[in-house]
């Protein structure tokens, strides 16, 4: 069975940072596009990152590109996005997904490109 399991969700101010994690198993890491989407109250899903371990690209969201850093960790099979400069636009669900690509369609897909996804961990940002 698949499964991404997101983490390190919580309440912060605006301007400072938290780090998400998702363990992923059930599948081979590297033969899949990895990403993280976001979902606000009210609002549809919002791609913000992706990466693919074999050819190492990474994409963002405009909205969060020089502000998140996606990254993946081979060894234990867990992806982070680092998120600095937190801002109230920024509060949704966070959810980790893996599918067969990554690139800019798939960040700007939301969801759609993605074959996994596990439940996802809220980032409150306060003002």
């Known amino acids: 069975d698949v499964q991404l399991q997101a983490s390190g969700g919580g309440l912060v101010q605006a301007g400072e940072s938290l780090r998400l994690s998702c363990a992923a198993s059930?599948?081979?890491?590297?033969?899949?596009?990895l990403g993280w989407f976001r979902q606000a109250p009210g609002k549809g899903p919002e791609g913000v990152s992706c990466t693919k371990i074999s050819d190492g690209s990474t994409y963002y969201a405009d909205s969060v590109k020089g502000r998140f850093t996606i990254s993946s960790d081979r060894a234990s099979n867990t992806i982070y996005l680092q998120m600095n400069t937190l801002k109230p636009e920024d509060t949704a669900v966070y959810f980790c997904?893996?599918?067969?690509?990554?690139?800019?369609?798939?960040?700007?897909?939301?969801?759609?490109?993605?074959?996994?996804w596990g439940q996802g961990t809220l980032v409150t940002v306060s003002s």
């Open positions: 059930g599948f081979t890491f590297d033969d899949y596009g």
């Open positions: 997904a893996a599918g067969p690509r990554c690139g800019v369609t798939v960040v700007d897909g939301g969801d759609s490109d993605y074959d996994y």
